[in-house]
């Protein structure tokens, strides 16, 4: 949720946005600015690309930077990149001279879809993930579709991990479509996409203005990440490779299981979902050992006593969130992974 936003396949309508504003600065990152920079004839702060650097040093250098350009408090701040950009910049806008206005334009699809959506901002702290944020909207959210061309294909696909997500816990009609756009590929450049795109950021805005503190039915965007966060804290363990999204794939479809295993779920239903993830492209083999998952469940910042908040889904487009023990989950988890390696 922002305030606005808009989709185009270009940036020009970017500057009408910025039209009237009298100190506007672009947040960017070293990548971005090689290959979209020249899109944006405003002073550049320039920052290094990566999770390691969504840290205090950048914020600090960062606020820095807008201190030596002079920057009042009717500065305007527009982070360019990934979740990363938006996330830093998003929160020193929120706090640069007890907060400054700031837009984003998301440049992964990641960010498009799910991170400049929703007003969380943060940045990491002693290796965990968003422990210093704030609760904070930009003036707007610029998406130009164009920027996904030069996304590596990885990415794209991780992107729309989220897309699916959104679609899975609220919107059959779309999840169906989704199918039928991504099966060959996904063409950023279709007319179907950007509907697409445009419903899954309108379904999260949706959820988000109803519960932006997330005590009830925002815990449904959640679907997939329970189980999804786990397999990359496994990964970071052993020092694979895996993008959040891909992780969130692996998340949904164990959690696509559970939900039927706990009679929530039909088995055509269950079918159905399992098929499109994989007909899509998601990779959705797991290799790690059902005790290390469950320990980095345990481990996870929204955990209960004796269990987590866990989302179900009762129909494709249809989600609920129940409190579900560690034990069922451990169970749900071994079934899985047992029927995966039969396959
Ligand atoms: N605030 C939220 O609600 C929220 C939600 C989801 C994720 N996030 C955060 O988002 C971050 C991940 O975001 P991300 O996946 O966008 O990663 P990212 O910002 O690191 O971008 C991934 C990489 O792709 C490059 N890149 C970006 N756009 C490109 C383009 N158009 N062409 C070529 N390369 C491009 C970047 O330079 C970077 O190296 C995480 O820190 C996560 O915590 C936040
Ligand atoms: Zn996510």
Known sequence: MSKSFHIYDSFDQLFPLLEGKKEVMVLIDHGIKELYGHHFPYPQIVVESGEQHKNLANVEKIANALLEMECSRNAFLVCVGGGILTDIGGFVASIYKRGIKCGYVPTTLLAQV????????????????????TFSLPEFTYISTSTLKTLPPRELLAGAAEMIKAFAIKDKESFAKAERCFRNGID????????????????????????????????????????????????????????????????????????????????????????????????????????????????????????????????????????????????????????????
């Open 114 to 133: 799910d991170a400049s959506t929703g007003g969380k901002t943060g940045v990491n702290l002693a290796g965990l993930k968003n422990i210093l944020g």
């Open 188 to 343: 950023t450049s279709s007319p179907q996409f950007r509907e697409l795109l445009a419903t899954a950021i309108e379904i999260k805005a949706g959820v988000v203005e109803r519960d932006f503190r997330e005590s009830g039915e925002r815990k449904l965007l959640n679907f997939g990440h329970t189980i999804g966060h786990a397999i990359e804290k496994c990964a970071s363990a052993c020092g694979d490779s895996i993008l959040h999204g891909e992780a969130v794939a692996k998340g949904m479809y164990f959690a696509a299981h559970i939900s039927h295993q706990r009679g929530l779920l039909s088995e055509e239903e269950l079918k159905s979902f399992c098929s499109t993830l994989s007909t899509i492209g998601f990779d959705l083999g797991t290799t790690y050992p059902v005790e290390n998952l469950i320990e980095a469940i345990k481990n996870d910042k929204k955990r209960g006593e004796n269990g987590v908040d866990f989302v179900f889904l009762k129909e494709i487009g249809i989600s609920c969130v129940e409190m579900t023990s560690f034990d069922e989950l451990a169970k749900g988890i071994a079934n899985v992974l047992h029927q995966y390696n039969r396959l």
